[in-house]
């Protein structure tokens, strides 16, 4: 008996040393997955995503017209063009200018709506060279003015041609 309690007692040491590195791997593992999911989380946040002050753009300003009816050019025979449409702008300054000089842009538009063919905008390209034109129109500065008018886009709400 002796000898299986000196046995058991050599034994003991062992079992507890092996028992003891286990656990030390065990809880050394723990603490490096916490601190590695720590910093992975907070810190990634801090550096990685520097804040930016977003700017969120300002909505456009959409300034509709009375509708226009001017008579085309003749081919081959006479027809005319009614057409409403909404002109883009991107600041409500650009629209009070807009609106302060309305009678000079309404009769630039239907100067150039009245030098057309109905054969030129009754297609979709057609139109959209029209609406290019149209935009290119209005842009120029009015009389007394230097600087342009900003127009972003103009957009047809009604387009008849008879």
Known sequence: MAQDQASIEGLA???TKKT???LIVIVLTLITAC???YFMFFNN???SQPKVKVETEKPPVFIPLESFTVNLQPYPSEQYLQ???TLQVKESADEELIKLHMPEIRNRIILLLSNKQAAEIASNEGKKILTNEIV?????SF???ATPQKINAVFFTSFIIQ
């Open 20 to 22: 003891l590195i286990i």
């Open 45 to 47: 946040n801090k550096t």
């Open 83 to 85: 057409i409403s449409m």
């Open 35 to 37: 601190a590695t999911g």
């Open 143 to 145: 009389s007394g003015s």
């Open 13 to 15: 040491p062992k079992k």
């Open 136 to 140: 290119e129109c209005i842009k120029t």
